[in-house]
Protein backbone atom coordinates (compact mmCIF):
# COMPACT_ATOMS: atom_id res chain seq x y z
CA UNK A 1 0.00 0.00 0.00
CA UNK A 2 1.05 3.63 -0.93
CA UNK A 3 1.55 5.04 2.38
CA UNK A 4 3.72 7.79 4.32
CA UNK A 5 5.35 7.30 7.75
CA UNK A 6 6.31 10.05 10.14
CA UNK A 7 7.35 7.73 12.81
CA UNK A 8 7.48 10.43 15.96
CA UNK A 9 5.11 12.91 16.75
CA UNK A 10 6.86 15.36 18.96
CA UNK A 11 10.18 16.04 19.14
CA UNK A 12 11.61 18.56 21.59
CA UNK A 13 15.37 20.31 21.72
CA UNK A 14 16.90 23.06 22.99
CA UNK A 15 18.27 25.75 20.68
CA UNK A 16 21.34 24.98 18.95
CA UNK A 17 20.60 21.13 18.45
CA UNK A 18 20.66 19.59 15.43
CA UNK A 19 16.90 17.89 14.56
CA UNK A 20 16.19 15.56 12.57
CA UNK A 21 12.69 15.39 11.13
CA UNK A 22 11.80 11.53 9.84
CA UNK A 23 9.78 10.48 6.88
CA UNK A 24 9.60 6.88 5.19
CA UNK A 25 7.36 6.58 2.47
CA UNK A 26 5.94 3.28 0.27
CA UNK A 27 5.18 4.46 -2.97
CA UNK A 28 6.11 3.27 -6.33
CA UNK A 29 7.69 4.47 -9.01
CA UNK A 30 8.85 7.89 -8.60
CA UNK A 31 7.42 10.45 -6.62
CA UNK A 32 7.77 14.06 -5.54
CA UNK A 33 8.54 14.76 -2.73
CA UNK A 34 7.87 18.10 0.10
CA UNK A 35 8.14 19.16 3.41
CA UNK A 36 4.98 21.83 4.51
CA UNK A 37 5.46 23.57 7.94
CA UNK A 38 3.08 24.98 9.90
CA UNK A 39 3.85 27.81 12.60
CA UNK A 40 1.43 28.33 15.39
CA UNK A 41 -1.87 29.87 13.94
CA UNK A 42 -0.68 29.79 10.39
CA UNK A 43 -1.12 28.39 7.51
CA UNK A 44 0.35 25.72 5.99
CA UNK A 45 3.31 26.42 3.37
CA UNK A 46 5.64 24.72 1.46
CA UNK A 47 9.56 24.35 3.29
CA UNK A 48 11.35 22.48 0.62
CA UNK A 49 10.74 20.08 -2.34
CA UNK A 50 13.60 17.29 -3.04
CA UNK A 51 14.22 18.20 -6.36
CA UNK A 52 14.83 21.43 -5.54
CA UNK A 53 18.33 20.73 -3.49
CA UNK A 54 18.13 23.88 -1.50
CA UNK A 55 18.59 24.37 1.77
CA UNK A 56 15.53 26.59 3.51
CA UNK A 57 15.27 28.09 6.92
CA UNK A 58 18.78 25.90 7.34
CA UNK A 59 16.89 22.79 6.86
CA UNK A 60 17.68 20.51 4.39
CA UNK A 61 16.36 17.13 3.13
CA UNK A 62 17.82 14.46 1.35
CA UNK A 63 15.99 11.21 -0.52
CA UNK A 64 17.10 8.46 -0.05
CA UNK A 65 15.68 5.95 -2.78
CA UNK A 66 17.41 2.83 -1.26
CA UNK A 67 15.66 3.70 2.39
CA UNK A 68 12.68 5.67 0.40
CA UNK A 69 13.63 8.18 3.29
CA UNK A 70 13.24 12.21 3.00
CA UNK A 71 14.41 13.02 6.73
CA UNK A 72 14.20 17.20 7.32
CA UNK A 73 17.84 17.98 9.16
CA UNK A 74 18.86 21.31 10.45
CA UNK A 75 22.00 21.20 12.27
CA UNK A 76 21.24 24.47 14.60
CA UNK A 77 17.74 24.43 15.58
CA UNK A 78 16.44 27.87 16.40
CA UNK A 79 12.98 29.32 18.61
CA UNK A 80 11.55 29.52 15.65
CA UNK A 81 11.36 26.44 13.79
CA UNK A 82 8.92 25.46 16.81
CA UNK A 83 6.48 24.33 14.37
CA UNK A 84 4.04 21.43 13.07
CA UNK A 85 5.71 20.03 9.67
CA UNK A 86 4.50 17.64 7.71
CA UNK A 87 6.20 15.39 4.97
CA UNK A 88 3.97 14.94 1.72
CA UNK A 89 5.61 12.27 -0.82
CA UNK A 90 3.31 12.65 -3.88
CA UNK A 91 2.59 9.57 -6.10
CA UNK A 92 4.41 9.73 -9.82
CA UNK A 93 1.74 10.67 -11.93
CA UNK A 94 -0.78 12.20 -9.63
CA UNK A 95 -2.60 15.26 -8.35
CA UNK A 96 -3.06 13.97 -5.16
CA UNK A 97 -0.94 15.62 -2.57
CA UNK A 98 -1.21 13.17 0.89
CA UNK A 99 0.39 14.17 3.89
CA UNK A 100 1.90 12.40 6.88
CA UNK A 101 0.63 12.57 10.28
CA UNK A 102 2.90 15.46 11.28
CA UNK A 103 5.34 16.10 13.44
CA UNK A 104 5.78 18.74 16.22
CA UNK A 105 9.11 20.14 16.94
CA UNK A 106 9.27 22.18 19.73
CA UNK A 107 13.14 24.30 20.51
CA UNK A 108 13.15 25.51 23.65
CA UNK A 109 15.76 28.49 24.61
CA UNK B 1 -2.25 39.61 -2.14
CA UNK B 2 -3.93 36.60 -0.72
CA UNK B 3 -3.44 33.66 -3.17
CA UNK B 4 -6.00 31.27 -1.43
CA UNK B 5 -8.58 32.50 1.10
CA UNK B 6 -11.30 31.09 3.17
CA UNK B 7 -14.33 32.37 4.97
CA UNK B 8 -15.42 32.37 7.68
CA UNK B 9 -12.13 32.14 9.64
CA UNK B 10 -13.83 30.78 12.84
CA UNK B 11 -17.21 29.09 12.23
CA UNK B 12 -18.94 27.95 15.91
CA UNK B 13 -22.48 26.38 15.22
CA UNK B 14 -24.52 24.07 16.86
CA UNK B 15 -25.21 20.44 15.92
CA UNK B 16 -27.96 19.97 13.38
CA UNK B 17 -27.36 22.82 11.27
CA UNK B 18 -26.00 22.82 8.18
CA UNK B 19 -23.15 25.40 7.00
CA UNK B 20 -20.71 26.71 3.91
CA UNK B 21 -17.45 27.07 3.72
CA UNK B 22 -15.75 29.08 0.77
CA UNK B 23 -12.53 29.15 -0.67
CA UNK B 24 -10.77 31.31 -3.29
CA UNK B 25 -7.58 30.80 -5.04
CA UNK B 26 -6.38 33.41 -7.51
CA UNK B 27 -3.42 31.78 -8.52
CA UNK B 28 -5.07 30.53 -11.81
CA UNK B 29 -4.60 26.92 -10.74
CA UNK B 30 -6.83 24.14 -12.02
CA UNK B 31 -6.82 21.76 -9.17
CA UNK B 32 -8.28 22.52 -5.47
CA UNK B 33 -8.69 20.57 -2.31
CA UNK B 34 -10.39 20.43 1.30
CA UNK B 35 -8.61 19.00 4.36
CA UNK B 36 -9.11 18.45 7.60
CA UNK B 37 -7.12 18.62 10.25
CA UNK B 38 -8.22 16.97 12.99
CA UNK B 39 -7.28 17.56 16.99
CA UNK B 40 -4.29 15.76 16.89
CA UNK B 41 -2.79 17.89 13.84
CA UNK B 42 -3.49 15.02 11.51
CA UNK B 43 -3.96 16.54 7.99
CA UNK B 44 -6.19 14.09 5.75
CA UNK B 45 -7.58 15.19 2.26
CA UNK B 46 -11.52 15.09 1.61
CA UNK B 47 -11.82 16.00 -1.70
CA UNK B 48 -10.02 17.30 -4.76
CA UNK B 49 -11.47 18.84 -7.82
CA UNK B 50 -9.47 19.96 -11.25
CA UNK B 51 -10.95 22.15 -13.49
CA UNK B 52 -14.61 22.10 -11.97
CA UNK B 53 -14.66 18.19 -12.00
CA UNK B 54 -14.63 15.76 -8.89
CA UNK B 55 -11.45 13.66 -9.00
CA UNK B 56 -11.12 12.76 -5.49
CA UNK B 57 -13.28 11.65 -2.74
CA UNK B 58 -11.73 10.22 0.19
CA UNK B 59 -14.10 8.40 2.48
CA UNK B 60 -16.42 11.26 3.53
CA UNK B 61 -19.95 11.50 5.24
CA UNK B 62 -22.36 12.13 2.34
CA UNK B 63 -23.21 15.18 4.65
CA UNK B 64 -20.33 16.95 3.12
CA UNK B 65 -20.79 18.60 -0.38
CA UNK B 66 -18.37 20.27 -2.33
CA UNK B 67 -19.22 22.06 -4.87
CA UNK B 68 -16.98 24.42 -7.70
CA UNK B 69 -19.07 26.91 -9.51
CA UNK B 70 -16.04 27.90 -11.60
CA UNK B 71 -11.49 26.64 -10.99
CA UNK B 72 -11.63 29.39 -8.94
CA UNK B 73 -13.98 28.41 -6.06
CA UNK B 74 -14.26 25.33 -3.64
CA UNK B 75 -17.10 25.62 -1.27
CA UNK B 76 -17.37 23.19 1.34
CA UNK B 77 -21.18 22.48 2.55
CA UNK B 78 -22.10 20.48 5.39
CA UNK B 79 -24.85 19.39 6.38
CA UNK B 80 -26.68 18.30 9.62
CA UNK B 81 -23.39 19.08 11.38
CA UNK B 82 -22.15 16.96 14.02
CA UNK B 83 -19.67 17.36 17.44
CA UNK B 84 -17.11 15.06 15.31
CA UNK B 85 -16.99 17.33 12.78
CA UNK B 86 -15.46 19.93 14.73
CA UNK B 87 -12.03 20.77 13.68
CA UNK B 88 -9.62 22.92 11.15
CA UNK B 89 -10.72 22.85 7.23
CA UNK B 90 -7.87 24.11 4.95
CA UNK B 91 -8.04 24.53 0.86
CA UNK B 92 -5.44 24.56 -0.95
CA UNK B 93 -4.71 24.49 -4.58
CA UNK B 94 -2.20 23.47 -7.06
CA UNK B 95 -0.84 23.06 -10.39
CA UNK B 96 1.51 20.52 -10.45
CA UNK B 97 2.61 19.51 -7.29
CA UNK B 98 3.36 21.77 -5.10
CA UNK B 99 0.25 22.89 -3.22
CA UNK B 100 -0.83 27.02 -1.33
CA UNK B 101 -3.15 26.68 1.39
CA UNK B 102 -5.70 28.91 3.05
CA UNK B 103 -5.36 30.06 6.37
CA UNK B 104 -7.90 27.80 7.51
CA UNK B 105 -11.62 27.75 8.96
CA UNK B 106 -11.80 26.26 12.72
CA UNK B 107 -15.16 24.96 12.60
CA UNK B 108 -16.56 24.23 16.28
CA UNK B 109 -19.76 22.67 16.62
CA UNK B 110 -21.76 22.36 19.77
Known amino acids: AQRVTQPEKLLSVFKGAPVELKCNYSYSGSPELFWYVQYSRQRLQLLLR??SRESIKGFTADLNKGETSFHLKKPFAQEEDSAMYYCAPTPGGSEKLVFGKGMKLTVNP | DTAVSQTPKYLVTQMGNDKSIKCEQNLGHDTMYWYKQDSKKFLKIMFS???????INETVPNRFSPKSPDKAHLNLHINSLELGDSAVYFCASSQGREAFFGQGTRLTVV
Open chain 2, 49 to 55: YNNKELI
Open chain 1, 50 to 51: HI
